[in-house]
C-alpha cells in the first residue's frame, strides 16, 4: 500500500495508510505467529486430519482448522478473523501440544466456534437471551432479593429495572456474565457429546483440582460446572469416572468487601445455571448428524463399547489399532489404558509408548478412511 504512494502524496494520506498498515500489523502479528508455530514438529499432527473432518462435520464443509502450540497454559480458539473469516484457530498448550489424548479438549474449543457460527445466528439464540434476562430480573424482583438490590444500587422502584438507564446498567454485568456462563457450560457439552468420558478426563488432566486465587466471575465455578458435566454424561448416557467430582475444587468467591459484586454474580450463576437442561438438549440436537457418536442408543453406546474394548486389547498387546472406526473410540480406549496399569508396558515408560499407540493408531485409521481428507 506505501509503495503507491510518493513524495508529492498528501501528508495527511500518507500518516492515514501508515496507521492503518500499523493497526493491521499490530492485529495480524499475533497471528502470523501462530501459523508459525502450527508447523512445529512438537506438534501432534496425526491429530490433525480427523478433527479437520471433524471440523467440517459440525461447522460446515468451508471451514478451515489450525491447530498450535501455544504458551498459554488453558486451550483457546480464535474465530471469526476479519482476513480470515472461515479459518479456525485452536491453540493448543505447548507443553501438551504432542500429547494426542488432550485432543478431545479440542471439542470443547469446537463448541465455541459453534457458537458463534450456528447458534447466535439462530432463531434459538435471541429467545434464549431473552429467558436469561427474564430470569436475572424476576431474581432481582423477589421479595427476599429486592429490599438488598435497592439499597445497594439506589433504584427507586422495580418497573425502573428495563427502562431507567442506570437501573439498567446495575444489573448489566450479572447478564454479561451469565451469558459468558451460559457459552462456557454448552461447550462442555459439545466437547463431552462429541469425546464421550475421554473429554471428562482430559478436562481434569489439564484443570484438576485448579489453582488457587479468586474464580473469573464469567466462568462458572468448577463444582458447578463439574456438575453439570455429570449432568450431561447421564443425559447423553456416557459413563464418567466414578469419583470425578472429587478431583475438583472450587475457587475463591468475590468477598464480602465487594457487596454489589457479589450480589451480581450470584444472580449470574443462578441464571445460568436454570437454562442448562436446555443447553445440553440443545448441544445434543445440534450433533445428531451422521458420522458422529450417538451414545444415546443401545446400538450406538453398544457399537462404542465394543470398539473403545478392541483398541484397548491392541494397546495391551503393544499394537496400534485397526479398524478403530471412529476419533473418539481411539481417545476413549488412550484413556481407559492410561488409567490401568498394563503390564507388558515398562511403568516409566507408559505414557510415551501409550500415546504413541494413540497417535499411530490416528494413522492408521486415516489409511482406513476413504478419502481422508474428504468433506
Known amino acids: 500500500m506505501l509503495d503507491l504512494l510518493d513524495k508529492d502524496s498528501d501528508p495527511n494520506t500518507v500518516n492515514q495508510v501508515c496507521r492503518q498498515q500499523l493497526s493491521d500489523l499490530w492485529y495480524y502479528l499475533s497471528f502470523l505467529g501462530f501459523i508459525l508455530r ?144 451460559t457459552e462456557e457450560y454448552f461447550c462442555d457439552f459439545v466437547g463431552l457429546r462429541l469425546f464421550g468420558e475421554s473429554f471428562l478426563y482430559a478436562f481434569a488432566h489439564l484443570l484438576s483440582p485448579v489453582l488457587e486465587g479468586r474464580r473469573a466471575l464469567h466462568y462458572p465455578n468448577m463444582i458447578r460446572r463439574v456438575r453439570f458435566q455429570l449432568q450431561a454424561a447421564q443425559q447423553y448416557r456416557i459413563t464418567p469416572p466414578s469419583d470425578y467430582e472429587s478431583w475438583f475444587k472450587d475457587r475463591n468467591e468475590p468477598s464480602d468487601d465487594d457487596q454489589r459484586e457479589k450480589f451480581l454474580v450470584e444472580l449470574a450463576d443462578k441464571a445460568a445455571d436454570e437454562l442448562v437442561p436446555e443447553l445440553i438438549a440443545h448441544a445434543d440436537s445440534l450433533l445428531r448428524q451422521p458420522g458422529l457418536p450417538n451414545w444415546s442408543t443401545e446400538e450406538g453406546r453398544k457399537e462404542h463399547t465394543d470398539a473403545v474394548g478392541r483398541i484397548y486389547d491392541d494397546f495391551c498387546l503393544v499394537a496400534p489399532a485397526e479398524k478403530a472406526g471412529h476419533l473418539a473410540n481411539i481417545l476413549n480406549a488412550g484413556w481407559r489404558a492410561t488409567m490401568d496399569n498394563i503390564p507388558k508396558i515398562p511403568e516409566h515408560s507408559s505414557q510415551a509408548v501409550l500415546r504413541e499407540l494413540v497417535l499411530k493408531s490416528l494413522e492408521v485409521l486415516e489409511f482406513e478412511t476413504k478419502n481422508p481428507l474428504s468433506k
Open 38 to 181: 502450527s508447523t512445529n514438529v512438537r506438534n501432534a499432527f496425526e491429530i490433525y486430519v480427523p478433527l479437520q473432518r471433524l471440523a467440517w462435520r459440525i461447522l460446515g464443509p468451508n471451514i478451515q482448522l489450525l491447530l498450535s502450540s501455544e504458551w498459554n497454559y488453558s486451550p483457546f480458539i480464535y474465530t471469526q478473523i476479519p482476513l480470515l473469516p472461515r479459518f479456525v484457530m485452536i491453540g493448543i498448550p505447548a507443553h501438551e501440544s504432542g500429547n494426542p489424548l488432550v485432543a478431545p479438549l479440542a471439542g470443547h474449543e469446537f463448541g465455541h466456534a459453534l457458537w458463534c457460527e450456528v447458534v447466535e445466528k439462530s432463531l434459538w439464540h435471541p429467545a434464549f437471551l431473552g429467558r436469561l434476562k427474564a430470569s436475572i430480573l424476576s431474581n432481582i424482583r423477589a421479595p427476599a432479593q429486592w429490599p438488598k438490590f435497592q439499597k445497594l444500587f439506589d433504584v427507586a422502584k422495580p418497573e425502573d429495572l428495563e427502562t431507567e438507564l442506570f437501573a439498567t446498567a446495575a444489573w448489566a454485568p450479572a447478564f454479561n456474565w451469565a451469558q459468558r456462563q
